[in-house]
């Protein structure tokens, strides 16, 4: 499957915004999804995850502030940030058709390009 993600910018700490996740293919909805993120210098990280069968997961650090979801008509997956902080910049990148555990990069075969999130303070 082939990913395709967007909807990062610049936003003032506190705010919200959302990225999506647009995905090619027919059978996309049997695919786990999930959202990581890397920070300068930093490694890639889970952030938030949805399996096939709506099981849902998150990293502590965005629980309460951040929302994963699908929409498998439109073949899309997308994570809802509010209240963010500076420490939420990164690079975020989607990743589907998992094969290991969930929070996991090495789980995952397919990822999206990745769209930058700037939070300034």
């Known amino acids: 499957v082939q990913l395709q993600a967007s909807g990062g910018g610049l936003v003032q700490a506190g705010g919200s915004l959302r990225l999506s996740c647009k995905a090619s293919?027919?059978?996309?909805?049997?695919?786990?999804m999930a959202w990581f993120r890397q920070a300068p210098g930093k490694e890639r990280e889970f952030v938030a995850g949805l399996s096939r069968t709506t099981d849902i997961y998150y990293a502590d650090s965005v629980k309460g502030r951040f929302t994963i979801s699908r929409d498998n008509a439109w073949k899309t997956a997308y994570l809802q940030m509010n209240s963010l902080k500076a420490g939420d910049t990164a690079v975020y990148y989607c990743?589907?058709?998992?094969?290991?555990?969930?929070?996991?990069?090495?789980?995952?075969?397919?990822w999206g390009q990745g769209t930058l999130v700037t939070v300034s303070s």
């Open positions: 990743a589907a058709d998992r094969v290991g555990t969930y929070d996991s990069v090495r789980a995952y075969n397919s």
């Open positions: 293919g027919r059978t996309f909805r049997w695919y786990d």
